[in-house]
């Protein structure tokens, strides 16, 4: 498999394997996926909540707008 990352990207993995925090270029791009993968699992972990919300009968017949204007008279 090849990637082409750029100047940037190159240059900055390069710093990092010659600072010493990691061994190669393969393990920054190890680290940069794994990130990615526990970013992404958020995400999802968060849309579903989300979704799950949106469906729950605890919402009912919510105004975002009265809901806005009881906040503005009770703190405002």
Avoid: W
Wanted: charged letters at 30%; one cysteine or more; glycine letters at 6%.
């Amino acid at each position: 498999m090849e990637v082409v990352l750029g100047t940037h990207y190159s240059e900055f993995m390069a710093n990092v394997v010659k600072s010493g925090k990691y061994g190669s270029i393969n393990d920054v791009v190890r680290k940069a996926i794994l990130l990615l993968e526990m970013e992404e699992k958020k995400v999802n972990k968060l849309c579903d909540e989300l979704t799950a919300g949106e469906v729950s009968p605890m919402t009912g017949d919510f105004d975002a707008q009265d809901f806005l204007e009881q906040i503005h008279k009770k703190y405002l």
